[in-house]
């Protein structure tokens, strides 16, 4: 039973460009979080997805979008890259929208330069 | 309000030994308080949560205890491992549908 799975494992972007991280969620989970991670701190939270929408949303601006496909992976979407956004993004999946039993991905390292 | 404090930031425990993390919060609409572990390179995982009617929940050598009026919780681990070294975030959550809210983390070392 494969977990979450998110790729690429790492990245390496310019200021100013644009970047698409993907997940695939855990089989069987329907719902999938996005978290930020810098170094040194807690995750966190970017927005869920739900049903193919946007259900919650967390303190990020909206550079920051994602989108969820009928087969429950979703892909987050950087625009206009800056480096605070070098960071750990994490993907969690769960089943249905109430995020208490979430599992997570092993994260995509972007470092923007 | 929305924040969780956690305490130590770092944590150096021999082995066999108790290792204690504190957390604290303000937002009495939390209900749902993990703990989550975290190697490096890896995500998050969830180690053991507990709810505000409960005042201690146990698992293995893992413990959780809730003091509600104080609106503080810690975790234990007891018999402390060179395995458990990791980082640890205490967390919580409010209403069904509310996001996860994690505290800045405690880097825990086991030394033998």
């Known amino acids: 039973d494969a977990g979450v799975t998110q790729s690429p494992t790492h990245l390496i972007k310019t200021r100013g460009q644009q970047v698409t991280l993907r997940c695939s969620p855990k089989s069987g989970h329907d719902t999938v979080s996005w978290y930020q991670q810098a170094l040194g701190q807690g995750p966190q939270f970017i927005f869920q997805?739900?049903?193919?929408?946007?259900?919650q949303r967390g303190n990020f601006p909206d550079r920051f979008s994602g989108h969820q496909f009928p087969n429950y992976s979703s892909e987050l979407n950087v625009n206009a890259l800056l480096l605070g956004d070098s960071a750990l993004y994490l993907c969690?999946?769960?089943?249905?929208?109430?995020?208490?039993?979430?599992?997570f991905g092993p994260g995509t390292r972007l470092l923007v330069l | 309000q929305q924040q969780v404090k956690q305490s130590p930031q770092s944590l150096i425990v021999q082995k066999g030994g108790i290792s204690i993390i504190n957390c604290a919060y303000e937002n009495t609409a939390f209900d749902y308080f993990p703990w989550y572990q975290q190697f490096p390179g890896k995500g998050p995982a969830l180690l053991i949560a507990?709810?505000?009617?409960?005042s201690e929940k146990k698992e293995g050598r893992f413990t959780i205890s809730f003091n509600k009026s104080a609106k503080q919780f810690s975790l234990h681990i007891m018999d402390s491992q060179p395995g458990d070294s990791a980082t640890y975030f205490c967390a919580a959550k409010g209403t069904s549908y509310d996001k996860v809210i994690f505290g800045p983390g405690t880097s825990l070392s086991v030394i033998p």
């Open positions: 997805y739900y049903e193919e929408e946007e259900r």
């Open positions: 507990i709810r505000p009617d409960v």
């Open positions: 969690a999946s769960s089943l249905g929208a109430i995020q208490e039993t979430q599992y």
